[in-house]
């Protein structure tokens, strides 16, 4: 994975990894802006079910997690209640989806902006 992670898809210019914004973010303020952007319970964010109109948001939630306050890995795992293997894997998962879905990317970037704003 290289260290600036840029996608480009109809004028979105978003630029990655590398940029650790500096807001006062934790988790659990991610994981129930993406809970409520997704029309969700925010327990559903770290919750056992695996149901894919859960487990999306939730991998965008780690995904953002990690842009948006470099945790570990593990840390991130401990937080969502997962392994980090699959926060790895989920955070792999969104990035590619971003490449290859108008959808998710706009979604991504939408709640960067809020988060990040």
Known sequence: ?????QLTFQGFDLHRRGHRERRNLNTRQIQAIVAKFYHLKTEDMYGP????WIARPRQIAMYLTRELTGHSLPRIGREFRRDHSTVHHGIHLVEEL???DPETLAAVDALYRRLAG
């Open 98 to 100: 971003c490449r290859s």
């Open 49 to 52: 079910r695996r149901l894919r």
């Open 1 to 5: 994975m290289s260290d600036c992670l």
